[in-house]
C-alpha cells in the first residue's frame, strides 16, 4: 500500500503517463494535465534496460508489435564516411541480462499507447491545462491550475520536459538547460527502403542516419549538425540538410538526397543538457525525465530513463511509510545511473565536435556508458 493516495502529474509525454500507469498500479489516484498533446516527432527507440521498463510498466508487447524490433542477432550499426566505407568495426553489442530486445518505435504511435494503458489503469488525463502555482501546505500540495480550478494532492509529480514549468516554480535556483553546439534534425523519409542502413559521417558537416521502417513505410533519418544557432525555420533546416546530403559520396545518401524536396518536414531539435543535483524534490514535488535530466541523443536513452524514473518511483513510494523517506529512496536510486547517461551524452556532443571524433574515444565512452547501465535500475 503506497504512502499515498492521490497525486497530480504535471505533463503527458513519456515520463508523465509511464508514472501515471505505475502509480495506479500501487493505489495512487492520478490525475495528469499536460499542456498541449499533439501527435509530434519521428522515431525513439528503446534500448539498455528500458524495454524492461516497458514490461513492467506492461506495455512491452504492444510496443514491440507496432515497432520495429531490433532481434537480438541485429548487427549494430556502423559509423561509415561520406564515401561509405566503414570507420571500424560494429560496436560491441552490450548485454542487459533480464531485459527483453531493443525496440524502436514511431514516436506517436507510443505517445498512443501510453495514454490508453495510463486511462485503462484508471488515471484521469486532461489535455490542454498546466500549473500556475503549487504552495506547500501541512497535508497537502494546493495546486492552483491555468484554468482557475483549485485542488489538494498527497504528492504531485513534475514530468513537464527540459522547459518545466514545475521546476521553476517550485525550484527557482535550478540551472537552466544548456545549449551543446549540434542541432538534432530528423526527417521521415518517402519509401521505398534504401540499403545500407547504418550511420554516415561527413567530417565537420555532421552526421545522417538511415532506417528503413516498412510498418509505416517510411525512412527514419536522424541528422546531427554542429551550428551555434538552436532554432531553425523549415526553409532554413532544407537548406542545412540539402547542403549536409551533398557533402556524401556513399549512394545510400545519394539516393536519400534525391527524395529531398523542400515540402519534406524537417524535425529540428537543439540538443540542450541539463542535470538536477540532487534533490529532485521540495515536500510534496517531485520531478521526473527531462525536467530534471535531460541530454543529447547520443545513447538514445533520455526516454529510457524517463519510463525508470517512472517504475522506480512506484517501487519506492509502495514501500516507504512517508512520501519523504520514498523520495529519498528514489533518488539514491536514479541519481548515478541518470548522470552516467546526462554526462557520456554531453561528453560524446563534444567529442563529435572536434577532430578527435572517428577515434576510438567515441567507442570507449560508450562502452563504459553501456556496461553502468546494464546493472538493473
Ligand atoms: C532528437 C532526439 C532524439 C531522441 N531519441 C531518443 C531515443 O531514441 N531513445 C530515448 O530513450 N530517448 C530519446 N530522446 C530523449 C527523449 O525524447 C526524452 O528524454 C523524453 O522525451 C523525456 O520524456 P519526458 O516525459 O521527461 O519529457 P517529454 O517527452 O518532453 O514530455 C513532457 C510533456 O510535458 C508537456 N508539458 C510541457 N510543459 C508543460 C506544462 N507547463 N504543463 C503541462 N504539460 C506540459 C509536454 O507537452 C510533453 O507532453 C531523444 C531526444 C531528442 C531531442
Not at 536513452?301 to 512520501?323: N, P, Y
Request: with cysteine; charged share 20%.
Amino acid at each position: 500500500m503506497a504512502c499515498v493516495s492521490k497525486g497530480l502529474i504535471v505533463g503527458g509525454g513519456i515520463g508523465g503517463l509511464a508514472s501515471a500507469i505505475a502509480l495506479q498500479r500501487i493505489g495512487v489516484q492520478c490525475e495528469v494535465v499536460e499542456i498541449d498533446m499533439k501527435p509530434v516527432g519521428a522515431g525513439i527507440g528503446f534500448a539498455g534496460r528500458a524495454p524492461q521498463a516497458l514490461e513492467e510498466l506492461g506495455i512491452y508487447d504492444e510496443v514491440y508489435a507496432t515497432g520495429k524490433p531490433f532481434t537480438e542477432d541485429m548487427k549494430a550499426p556502423v559509423m561509415r564516411d561520406a564515401a561509405g566505407r566503414p570507420l571500424g568495426p560494429p560496436p560491441p553489442v552490450q548485454a542487459f541480462p533480464g531485459s527483453r530486445p531493443p525496440v524502436g518505435v514511431h514516436r506517436p504511435v507510443f505517445a498512443d499507447i501510453l495514454l490508453r494503458a495510463a486511462q485503462a489503469a484508471g488515471a484521469v488525463v486532461r489535455n490542454g491545462l498546466s500549473v500556475t502555482a503549487i504552495e506547500e501546505g501541512p497535508d497537502a500540495a494546493r495546486v492552483t491550475l491555468t484554468n482557475g480550478e483549485v485542488h489538494d494532492y498527497d504528492v504531485v509529480i513534475g514530468a513537464d520536459g527540459i522547459g518545466s514549468k514545475v521546476r521553476a516554480l517550485v525550484f527557482p535556483e535550478a540551472p537552466e538547460p544548456e545549449y551543446t553546439g549540434q542541432m538534432s534534425i530528423r526527417w521521415l523519409a518517402p519509401f521505398p527502403a534504401i540499403e545500407g542502413e547504418d550511420w554516415y559521417v561527413a567530417g565537420d558537416a555532421g552526421r545522417v542516419g538511415l532506417h528503413n521502417t516498412p510498418l509505416y513505410e517510411h525512412i527514419y533519418v536522424p541528422m546531427v549538425l554542429n551550428m551555434p544557432e538552436t532554432w531553425l525555420s523549415q526553409e532554413q533546416a532544407y537548406a542545412v540538410v540539402k547542403d549536409l546530403l551533398d557533402q556524401f559520396t556513399a549512394p545510400a545518401i545519394v539516393e536519400l538526397r534525391a527524395r529531398l524536396t523542400p515540402q519534406a518536414e524537417l524535425i529540428a531539435r537543439p540538443f540542450k543538457s541539463l542535470l538536477m543535483q540532487p534533490r529532485w524534490y521540495r515536500g510534496r514535488v517531485l520531478l521526473i525525465g527531462d525536467a530534471a535530466h535531460a541530454t543529447t541523443a547520443h545513447m538514445g536513452m533520455g526516454g529510457g530513463m524517463a519510463l525508470e524514473d517512472a517504475v522506480v518511483l512506484a517501487q519506492c513510494l509502495d514501500r516507504a511509510e512517508t512520501l519523504e523517506e520514498g523520495f529519498g529512496a528514489f533518488m539514491a536510486r536514479r541519481f548515478e545511473r541518470v548522470r552516467t547517461v546526462v554526462e557520456t551524452s554531453v561528453t560524446l556532443s563534444h567529442l563529435e565536435q572536434t577532430k578527435d571524433r572517428d577515434g576510438p574515444r567515441r567507442a570507449q565512452l560508450m562502452q563504459n556508458g553501456m556496461a553502468t547501465l546494464s546493472s538493473p535500475y
